[in-house]
């Protein structure tokens, strides 16, 4: 079972969410090896960084979580569970519905969430490089009914904000490159795929 700690939550950090108090309740995952991680070595911004991040990936899994729970459970139900009010989980609900599932195989719903949870300890280097690597350039993830569409451009972008951020360096930065040249035509493939699955589900645009 999952356990619950209140946090309170910067409304600029979770795009399309913003929550209250009450809402600011995030699904505490059991530890793994990788959060897990010894962090006393590490500079101070290096810590807060990764806290920062986590805080911000617990949440987006909260709001996923919960959006899980609703579709079997009553607002009312639900409210009681979390010992929050039933406005507070309507108001999260209506957070959670913007807030795209993560494609099969990857970790994150974008390019920068991937490197948000390899920052907060979440993903290996290897990991992060491997999943950044196999992105398809034009992917599609459940958003609700909710179909979200990265275009090639925009997942580039976000590479480049990660690097900006500090969410990934420059030889991780470069060796996604390399690797995605290798993989390129299997990259395109799943795009393909992945783009006429959305078209049989919605039809043409």
Not at 117 to 135: N, P
Not at 160 to 170: I, T
């Amino acid at each position: 079972m999952w356990s619950f700690r209140r946090l309170c939550w910067p409304a600029s950090e979770i795009k399309g969410a913003v929550p209250n108090r009450e809402e600011a309740t995030v699904a505490e995952s059991p530890p793994s090896s990788s959060t897990s991680r010894a962090t006393s070595g590490d500079p101070p911004l290096v810590v807060l960084r990764r806290l920062r991040h986590r805080h911000i990936v617990d949440r987006l899994d909260y709001l996923r979580g919960l959006r899980r729970l609703a579709s079997g459970m009553t607002q009312a139900d639900l409210a009681r569970a979390l010992g929050l009010t039933q406005p507070s989980i309507s108001s999260a609900l209506k957070s959670a519905a913007k807030i795209a599932d993560p494609p099969a195989g990857f970790s994150g719903a974008s390019v920068y969430e991937i490197a948000q949870r390899f920052t907060a300890g979440e993903l290996s280097r290897d990991e992060l490089i491997d999943q950044l690597s196999r992105w398809p350039e034009s992917s599609g993830s459940e958003h609700g009914g909710r179909m979200a569409v990265d275009s090639h451009v925009e997942s580039l972008h976000e590479l480049g904000k990660a690097l900006e951020d500090g969410l990934l360096d420059e030889a991780a930065y470069q060796a996604v490159f390399v690797r995605r040249k290798e993989l390129r035509p299997a990259v395109q493939g799943a795009a393909g795929r992945q783009r006429r699955e959305h078209l049989e589900l919605t039809g043409p645009d």
